[in-house]
């Protein structure tokens, strides 16, 4: 490389050595990134597939937290606490924006044992307009539906908050139900005085309310990954060709200019 500097354009050819070079760590990096990313899609994959294996559990405070799988399959019995209802904002379903409703199950007995219950998803009106009713079955319930570690989160919005309101539960909010950007079980567990279990159950079960039940699934397309990688590949292994041309044809221009230096000699 010292030697380019005795011949013109040799800076414009150390800068394209060093681009190529830099060319090619950058997209080797990119190409390693979407491998990562398909290695984490399998593994979310076979979550998913062992947990809809395993056997329905019927929940209750005495459940063991080991069983508490994510995609599992579960169903729990008891009665709504309706007054520590919370809407989740921000969430889309085919494009329309909308809010999840998420509600506490109290198990039986009465003695402030829950488990947390997204009950389903309602469209947001528009202009401004309020939120249809809450629906409110009363008497015992049993919900079936999917496990969840948590409540899914999303990225937080300019202006939005996942911060329950100062004194809830008490005054209703305007439209009736304190809105938050995410909702955080321990949070929640804090702010009512519940003990919950420490996972959501996704309602399944159809309940006539009108609330719509399509949850998001995570994408397992580890496929789209590697073949991402693959290009990012072919692409450093193209700058790395043409790294290899470009040193290569700086090599044959000094070894050129060497020889009439010899023949200078000779005479």
């Known amino acids: 490389m010292a030697q380019l500097g005795r011949h013109p354009g040799a800076g414009r050819t150390v800068a394209a050595l060093a681009l190529l070079a830099l060319a090619v760590a950058v997209f080797v990096s990119l190409g390693r990134w979407q491998l990562g990313r398909a290695h984490e ?17 019927a929940l209750s405070p005495e459940v063991d937290a080991g069983e508490l799988r ?11 606490r309706h007054e520590l209802s919370v809407l989740v904002d921000n969430r889309n379903l085919d494009g329309r924006p909308g809010l999840w409703l998420a509600t506490p199950l109290e198990f039986d007995g009465g003695r402030g044992q829950a488990v947390l219950v997204l009950r389903g998803w309602m469209a947001r009106p528009l202009g401004g307009e309020p939120l249809p009713a809450v629906p409110r079955p009363q008497g015992r319930q049993t919900v079936e539906g999917e496990l969840a570690a948590r409540v899914p989160r999303m990225f937080e919005l300019p202006g939005a908050h996942s911060e329950l309101p100062q004194g809830w539960p ?19 567990a804090r702010a009512s005085g519940l ?17 719509a039940r399509q949850w998001p ?28 041309a470009v040193a290569a044809r700086a090599w044959r221009r000094r070894a050129s200019n060497r020889i009439p230096e010899r023949r200078d000699k000779t005479t």
């Open 41 to 57: 899609r399998r593994a979310i994959a076979q979550a998913i597939e062992a947990g809809r294996a395993q056997a329905p559990l």
């Open 70 to 80: 994510p995609w599992r399959a579960a169903r729990a019995s008891g009665r709504w």
């Open 170 to 188: 008490g005054p209703a909010a305007p439209d009736g139900l304190p809105r938050v950007q995410n909702l955080d079980l321990d949070a929640l």
């Open 195 to 211: 003990a919950l279990l420490p996972a959501v159950l996704m309602q399944t079960s159809p309940a006539g309310d009108g609330l």
């Open 217 to 244: 699934q995570p994408s397992v397309d580890a496929d789209q990954n590697v073949g991402y990688a693959l290009q990012w590949f072919s692409f450093a292994a193209i700058a790395a060709i043409a790294w290899l």
